[in-house]
């Protein structure tokens, strides 16, 4: 009876994960869906739209390479989504791990794009556009030569994993060096959003006691609203998943049944939302 009693309750356990499982798979395919379809509007429409004005503003370089950066995390959605319906990766270790890296420079290279966005905005900063040009080839080079291959060389190859199964590196958070990356990063990106949202706001309440009730007329009032829409979506997208990185990170010795790797990807899933922004363009809520 005790060992009978035992196999029910084990048989139960397995249910539930089970089943835990279908419906994070199910939260993943429903927003990686939404990256593919909207994102990929927003990129054709933006793109016609910058086409069509032939402008050569800085603002429109930086949105043209967000464009291009969100265009190859669009190539890479697919993958994801096949190995989420089918729960199962047959693409090989190397192409798991590119496409890891495709999210992650993707999330950085666009959460350093939108810092650009904000501070020429905030301080109403003016460059040459050739100068915005070397700068925007410098981050490109940095994570096409520098970044990427080194992410590919190390990252996920210090374990063996199943090659059935992807984005399951937690493993790799056992060596220090990738623990003290990972921190910096959390560390560098919660101070910069933590700055710049201090002094936008601060911008914006003066710019409210200065020309209120009529702030919508006021064009100096709009540009700072709408710099403070890519703010917005780094805390609300970008912050969630590097928060729990540090909650993973300090509590990964106690999960031995590996409960938290679905909402890492999950998170992780949030941040390639921030692709939808070109449907914000379109709305004309930022330009």
């Not at 994070?24 to 429903?30: E, K, M, P, R, T």
């Not at 969100?70 to 192409?95: A, D």
């Not at 959390?186 to 309440?205: K, P, R």
């Amino acid at each position: 009876m005790p060992n009978s009693s035992l196999t029910q309750q084990n048989h139960s356990s397995n249910e539930t994960l089970l089943d835990a499982s279908e419906r994070f798979h199910s939260v993943l395919i429903i927003l990686y869906s939404i990256d593919l379809a909207g994102g990929t509007l927003g990129v054709i429409v933006i793109s016609h739209q910058l086409f069509q004005r032939k402008s050569q503003s800085v603002m429109t370089i930086i949105i043209i390479n967000l464009l291009v950066m969100h265009t190859f995390l669009l190539l890479s959605i697919p993958f994801g989504l096949s190995y989420y319906f089918l729960q199962e990766w047959k693409f090989g270790t190397f192409t798991c791990r590119l496409v890891s890296a495709i999210i992650y420079f993707h999330m950085y290279t666009t959460f350093t794009f939108y810092i650009a966005i904000t501070v020429i905005c905030l301080f109403r900063l003016e460059f040459k556009k050739y100068y915005t040009r070397a700068w925007v080839i410098s981050v490109w080079l940095l994570g096409a030569l520098v970044i990427t291959p080194v992410f590919l060389s190390y990252y996920g190859t210090s374990r063996t994993y199943l090659s059935s199964q992807c984005f399951h590196f937690q493993q790799e958070l056992q060596e220090i060096p990738m623990v003290i990356v990972n921190y910096c990063l959390v560390g560098i990106l919660v101070a910069v959003c933590a700055v710049l949202t201090v002094f936008q706001l601060s911008v914006i309440y003066r710019l409210v006691v200065k020309y209120w009730p009529d702030i919508n007329s006021h064009v100096e009032f709009r540009a700072q609203a709408k710099s403070f829409f890519f703010i917005l979506v780094t805390l609300v997208l970008f912050m969630p998943h590097h928060v729990f990185r540090v909650h993973y990170i300090q509590n990964r010795h106690l999960d031995k049944d590996h409960k938290l790797l679905p909402y890492n990807e999950i998170f992780v899933a949030l941040t390639t939302m921030c692709c939808l922004d070109m449907l914000f363009f379109i709305a004309g809520i930022a330009h």
